[in-house]
């Protein structure tokens, strides 16, 4: 037994690989180093730092050090039987098998265990045989010799999977009904997060029922579909779900699961959504046009979610119950599909908005199907199946533009977008020079816009570029005055001066 002595505490442990736990601990770690006492070590061993952080300085070479090491772990109590053989990893407490693996884990850092002469001492042994000397490589090699497994674990009990997880181990042992020890499970069920990574492995820790009752896939599924609608597994719904699990197959998909266990009883129908619970204003169509632009809208949307609900249910992805609720609530959407969409495209009609109806008549076929097909049904224009111009030319006919009208309709529109672009350039230009600084009047700092401003507003009205090596510099210049005012790429005002010459020109 190691004891490690502090001013304020005692700590112990029954091999020296369980001190390195201790060194973590924050009181151990912010104690002094002359303060701390280590009793039960052999001669030569001791507690020092290196960086700043406690380590463990042992007498003897890389190989025995670590062969010592990990053999005073195989032969612990904790590892070893009344008859001298191993234990299986799930009737080791997971303090001691965490032990084994931290000291794993540490080797991967050679000066946590040896000082400088002996990491030395050890490089050339390694070079004298054409290798490279890596203590981590060492540790994983005795651990195989020593223990019959590496660093990814033993077999896990009834598989021919490797784990070092240890709740893992004793997991595949309670579904296996293997007897694990009362005090393993002890630790396990005083930590809610031990089964973080295998939840079914809580729930054959709690309900004895189900272990070697129920397979592996069966159980995994049927938990996590239990837990993802808020029930739970215990010994009064055990019998019932080892009943059902005995229909489903061996690794069973979770809609199957799922439609299972609502069968049983064992989990609800899925509630509505809570907009449900609440009416819904859907207003009042302004025209026949707008009733049935809804109407169709509406139903091309009930339509498109049940159809993929049938897809998913069809493909195995989702179960009849959620499919069910899915279709449920497509329905109930339709009635509550508003005549806003529908009120807009009439009122864009009346008043020959152009620009809203050709935003959505004016598109692919596959797009705005529904709409269109109000517009064919109510006012007779067919604006499917058409090539562009046509299904265009059909749009502006709708509002009574004739050929001549379209043209100058589409210049006006084309001009205006000019313009509102060249408005969003110089607004986005301007507020990137204004968070430039610039020295101004009377030594004052100003923005790089109001730079530029100031610079234009004097007549400085040309940009000109300047080569400096393989740079470029931009400056605004006044007729033929030497005098210029600066300019920069990077801070915005070069683009912001070019977007107001150009307004200015134009």
Known sequence: ?????????VFSSTTVAGLFAIFND???????TSHIRLAGAAAGERITRYNGRL????PGT????????????RNSAAFRCSDGSLRAPWEIPVRDWNVLFDFVETCRKPEALLCTDQIDVAVQEARARGARFSLSDLCLETLERLFGFGYCGPQLAGTEERHSRHSLHVAYALLANLPVPEDVLQDYRSDPQAFRYAEWGDVLMRVPALRGAIAHGKLRTIESAMRHNGKTIDAVNADAIVALAAHLELDPAYSAAEDALHAAGLIDDLS?????????????????????VRERVAQAVRKRSIDHADSELAAGRISRRTHRHRCDIARLEEGRHTFEHGNRLARALAGRDMQVLLDVLDTPDERNLASKAAFQEVLGVKLTGLRGVARRRAVFALCGYDATQQAQWERQAAQGKI????????ADARAAAARA?????HASEISGAEHVDIAIRDGYSKIEGFRRGAAMTYALVRGSERTARRLSAKDGTL??????LAGLAA
Do not use: N
């Open 1 to 9: 037994m190691y004891t490690l002595h502090i001013p304020d505490a």
């Open 62 to 73: 890389a190989r025995s050090i670590v062969t010592e090491t990990l053999l005073e772990i």
């Open 495 to 500: 683009a912001y001066a070019r977007a107001i």
């Open 26 to 32: 924050v009181q151990v770690r912010s104690t002094e």
């Open 437 to 441: 600084r610039y020295v101004g009047p």
């Open 272 to 292: 509505l959504p809570d907009c449900f619970q609440q009416s819904v204003d859907v207003g009042q169509p302004v025209s026949p046009l707008a009733a049935r």
């Open 55 to 58: 380590v463990l300085r042992m």
């Open 419 to 426: 313009e509102a672009d060249a408005g969003r350039e110089l």
